[in-house]
């Protein structure tokens, strides 16, 4: 089993629309981040984050120490948010899966 | 300010054959990171450097991987000789005192 499990693997979403991520782990961590993979390959780290909650433009991302748990929100979704979203845990970073977000027109 | 940036952003190379790919990181960060990503599967912690020294390199997968930092700037990551199972994206990342960056990344090909 990975240490950080993400759901769901694909989505396909409308413009517009309310988009949620959930990331979950079994480690013990000090931060937890949120990246983005866009089709060309390059990675952009979109968060950091060890308690509470962040916001950048559209993009919200909340964590639960206790419950080993963060959600990444997308607030009006647009077909240029398609990317894959990488969730990862602690200093030297263990991955998830990653969530393949599709939006369309 | 200059981003993460590694060379080469592509390489093929036969199966026994040597590579090297290159990391520069962002000027001032300490910490430098390796990952790679083969087909199919998440993205894996290679190793940590904290300017020279490796703080952690429980990720690397066997002695024909060697990874340096020489003077605590770039970083190459020497794949010696080359299987099959090493094709994937190696991404690089830096930090300082918390935020990340990463390159773009190599994508090797084993042939």
């Known amino acids: 089993k990975n240490e950080v499990e993400q759901s769901p693997q694909n989505l396909t979403a409308q413009e517009g629309e309310f988009i949620t991520i959930n990331c979950s782990y079994s480690?013990?961590?000090?931060?937890l981040h949120w990246l983005q993979q866009h089709p060309g390959g390059g990675i952009v780290s979109l968060f950091m984050l060890s308690s509470g909650k962040k916001k950048h433009g559209r993009l919200i991302a909340t964590i639960n120490i206790q419950e080993k748990h963060s959600s990444l929100h997308i607030t009006a979704s647009h077909p240029r948010d398609s990317a894959v979203y990488i969730c990862a845990v602690g200093i030297d970073m263990r991955f998830g899966a990653g969530t393949r977000l599709t939006v369309k027109p | 300010e200059a981003g993460v940036t590694q060379f080469p952003s592509h390489s093929v190379i036969e199966k026994g054959q040597t590579v090297t790919l290159r990391c520069d990181p962002i000027s001032g960060h300490d910490n430098l990171y390796w990952y790679r990503r083969v087909m199919g599967k998440e993205i894996k912690f290679l190793l940590h450097f904290v300017k020279e020294s490796k703080q952690d390199e429980s990720g690397m997968p066997n002695n024909r991987f060697l990874a340096e930092r020489t003077g605590g700037t770039y970083s190459t990551l020497k794949v010696q000789p080359a299987e099959l199972e090493d094709s994937g994206v190696y991404f690089c990342?830096?930090?300082?005192?918390?935020?990340?960056?990463f390159g773009s990344g190599t994508r090797l090909t084993v042939v």
């Open positions: 990342a830096s930090s300082h005192g918390g935020g990340y960056t």
């Open positions: 480690v013990g961590i000090s931060a």
